[in-house]
């Protein structure tokens, strides 16, 4: 997987007016910074049933997505694409 920096930073480690050059001239990437985010699950019963779901709430967006399972969920909040890798 392909790993991305910021320019100035790299800049910012070269001394040589040359190599400082060459980055400047370098392509940009097409990249997008990355959400981070967690699920807030709450549990609920359905009316009249005895069917328990699980509704996960986006930290970032808000967005919900139901599942049957408790330990059912998205990696990637499928409303905003933030990646939901953050702990309690």
Known sequence: MAEYIKRE????????????????????ADVEEVKHGKWIQEQIKIEN????????????CGGKADFLLRELHYSYCPHCGAKMDLED
């Open 9 to 28: 930073d790299a800049l910012g480690c070269v001394l040589g007016v040359f190599d400082r050059q060459r980055i400047k001239e370098l392509p940009a």
């Open 49 to 60: 049933m005895s069917i328990v779901r699980y509704r996960n709430t986006c930290s970032e």
